[in-house]
């Protein structure tokens, strides 16, 4: 198993990925032919991420755009290559988007933290395994924050498996 993914900041912009992705991906199937390919979608900044509205990272202008543009990138790339996504960025957003949601970046960073690593950890778990991950809790989450993370981890997992069937 192989996964791939744009880095951050150009991740809201599809033109940024082609012809790199395509030649990354025929790359793989050379010399890994039996590897099965993943995308892994990123998230959005959080909110107060310093990046938004700063002329070096054209386009960042709040999360849920920023969500919204790496969203459709990311599906774009998914149905041009036929590869299967992971839809973390989905998930992400889902949960900064509920009445009190748990932090996932670090303070005022584009980085994961615990809960956030522990979010992604339990979509790719779910998506390469295709069960549900144990109720491990690693140290730096709480037993309720992974309860909830591994809810939200299911549900996008499970969306974007109910969008691919339509």
């Not at 990925?17 to 959005?44: C, D, K, R, V």
């Not at 919204?68 to 790339?77: C, E, G, I, K, T």
């Not at 778990?125 to 309860?147: D, S, W």
Request: aromatic share 10%; charged share 15%; proline share 7%.
């Amino acid at each position: 198993m192989v996964t791939i993914q744009q880095v951050s900041h150009l991740s809201p912009r599809y033109e940024t990925y082609q012809p790199y992705a395509g030649t990354l991906i025929n790359y793989i199937h050379q010399y890994a032919p039996q590897a099965e390919i993943l995308i892994q979608e990123t998230w959005a900044y959080p909110e107060d991420c310093p990046r938004y509205g700063d002329p070096h990272y054209a386009g960042l202008k709040n999360p849920q755009t920023m969500h919204q543009n790496v969203q459709a990138a990311y599906r774009q790339l998914s149905a041009d290559s036929g590869l299967r996504l992971i839809p973390v960025g989905d998930a992400f957003q889902s949960e900064l988007s509920s009445s009190h949601p748990i932090r996932l970046h670090n303070k005022a960073d584009i980085h994961a933290n615990f809960n956030g690593e522990y979010l992604g950890a339990a979509m790719f778990y779910e998506m390469i395994f295709h069960e549900r991950p144990n109720a491990f809790v690693p140290p730096g989450v709480t037993k309720e924050n992974a309860a909830r993370l591994r809810k939200a981890a299911h549900d996008a997992v499970a969306k974007a498996a109910n969008a691919c069937s339509k």
